[in-house]
């Protein structure tokens, strides 16, 4: 069944990106044009060098496009804004703030009062499972808690879009399942719109409703999947390693480009 969304709320158009260093310039994305509904949940899938994060950047307003252009809600990105909220794979978190003052400090510099502040977090503690470690501080969690921090951090802004730079790359399978069934539930209840980097394969058809593959350096749109598979997926169901086989050949075929650019950069020197 094919969900329907509403119009474009982040849009790209022919972005390129060139990183230059003192020999040489390297293309980093080349000409990547997307159309971004609300709602929607995207994962960006390639091998490393891809520029899968250079894009996620390029959206947050950290790492602007050499040209091209990037709007969203309508505003073309010209820095970071908080119409975007952005999840990392490093937690950052501040390490002398327990889970609820890392969770409100977003709130507290925009100015909110503090009965909301406190009303707000009060609601996302329980959302993300961390009322009973409101007041321990970030040494004292597993990866998997300083993450649904994190995402609780990003949450009590409101930021329509999510930005999520391999959330869970760091986590062990068990942990790393029940945040992105967590992360579903939110995205669900919530209605964000999420840009979502990852290497796996699995991961990228167990969240998407779009998968992006990115062709190695430059990165390029090599092809645009929608999934069309019934929420919660079945990894060992036939439809989705059908999928899985089919994104795993095209992940490969990169990943085989850029052995053979090694192969001949190596007999050149």
């Not at 707000?120 to 961390?130: A, D, K, P, Q």
């Not at 079945?234 to 795993?248: I, M, T």
């Amino acid at each position: 069944m094919t969900t329907r969304y509403n119009a474009s709320q982040i849009s790209i158009t022919g972005v390129n990106k060139v990183f230059k260093t003192s020999d040489r310039d390297v293309v980093a994305l080349k000409d990547i044009n997307l159309e971004i509904p609300s709602g929607q949940f995207v994962c960006l899938l390639g091998p490393s060098g891809c520029g899968k994060s250079t894009l996620l950047n390029a959206v947050a307003g950290f790492s602007l496009p050499t040209s091209g252009a990037i709007t969203a809600e309508g505003r073309t990105v010209v820095e970071p804004g908080p119409d975007r909220g952005m999840v990392f794979q490093e937690y950052a978190l501040f390490p002398w703030m327990t889970v609820e003052e890392n969770i409100g400090f977003g709130l507290e510099i925009k100015g909110m009062p503090k009965p909301e502040i406190e009303q707000r977090v009060l609601g996302l503690l329980g959302m993300l499972g961390l009322t009973d470690f409101r007041s321990r501080f970030p040494k004292d969690l597993s990866g998997g808690m300083r993450q649904r921090v994190a995402i609780a951090r990003v949450l009590a802004l409101d930021s329509p879009i999510m930005l999520m730079d391999e959330p869970f790359g760091a986590l062990d399978a068990l942990t790393r399942r029940n945040l992105q069934d967590e992360l579903l539930r939110i995205w669900a209840e919530l209605k964000k719109t999420i840009i979502f980097v990852t290497h796996s394969i699995e991961e990228a058809i167990y969240l998407a409703d779009r998968i992006i593959v990115m062709t190695y350096r430059p990165g390029t749109v090599k092809r645009d999947i929608t999934v069309d598979l019934p929420r919660l997926r079945d990894p060992s169901a036939p439809e989705f390693n059908a999928l899985k086989r089919e994104l795993g050949h095209l992940v490969m075929e990169e990943q085989q480009r850029h052995h053979n650019d090694e192969l001949r950069l190596a007999a050149v020197d």
